[in-house]
């Protein structure tokens, strides 16, 4: 990621991390500030497989774990070179 | 994953289904879908939970200029929301183009070349890992 920093630096938007997106049904978001509210909507936008109960959406199964609360991101994943480096970034994963 | 962690591949079409949506608007809307009232505020939560570490650890910290910055900040978050509503209604281009421009370096304001104290390869002053967790 250091090699291609200029052009990275320059262009971005946000980093999307997906770290094990799927291990169960559970999701676990973390991010930086700016980008919590598309991502939370985007959420509200995803029907969750009935068979879990709990949806409707992909949001209703996270916010009951999380009550609405994103964390911040540490370096626990690939995001961290991006974050590091001030390039927003929202992590996905399940726990 | 057939039997136990996701029978059917729901759960992956469900999460393929939110990546997509995501990061179709960030790079598809006209105006970059951030909120940046919604970063000021994290920004508070975060000084709220250091307020409550300094009297946990029992010290004298002054936090009154850090304070101040994040009301500064709280202020023009604020005042970018409103000019990229007003952008995105006038559909003026010139405008979204100086506001999509500041959205999509805002984190990089963050940065600080020298890094934090003993630890020059973490840049961003808003997050690191902890100093003995190793995430």
Do not use: C
């Not at chain 1, 959420?43 to 879990?52: I, Q």
């Not at chain 2, 973490?122 to 997050?127: E, S, Y």
């Amino acid at each position: 990621m250091e090699d291609h920093l200029p052009w990275l630096t320059t262009t971005a938007v946000a980093y999307l991390n997906l770290d094990i997106a799927v291990s169960g049904p559970r999701t676990a978001l973390a991010g930086t500030g700016e980008i919590h509210t598309i991502a939370l909507d985007m959420m509200k936008k995803v029907l969750f497989p009935e068979e879990y109960n709990l949806g409707p959406t992909l949001y209703d199964s996270w916010y009951d774990r999380n009550e609405g609360v994103v964390p911040p991101l540490g370096s626990g994943s690939d995001y961290a070179a991006f974050s590091q480096n001030g390039i927003g970034a929202v992590s996905i994963i399940s726990p | 994953m057939t039997n136990f962690g996701d029978p059917g591949f729901k759960l992956h079409t469900v999460m393929g289904q939110f990546v997509a949506l995501l990061a179709y608007h960030l790079a598809d809307d006209t105006l970059i879908p951030f909120d940046m009232p919604n970063a000021a505020a994290v920004l508070r939560a975060y000084f709220a939970e250091l307020e409550d570490s300094i009297e946990a650890a029992e010290v004298q910290l002054d936090t009154a200029e850090l304070q101040a910055a994040i009301d500064t900040f709280a202020e023009r978050a604020a005042a970018i929301d409103m000019m990229a509503r007003n952008a995105l209604a006038s559909n003026d281009s010139v405008m979204l183009d100086v506001v999509n421009h500041k959205y999509k370096s805002f984190q990089r304001g963050f940065v600080s070349q020298g890094g934090l104290p003993r630890r020059p390869t973490f840049k961003n002053l808003l997050m690191a890992p902890g100093l003995d967790s190793g995430t």
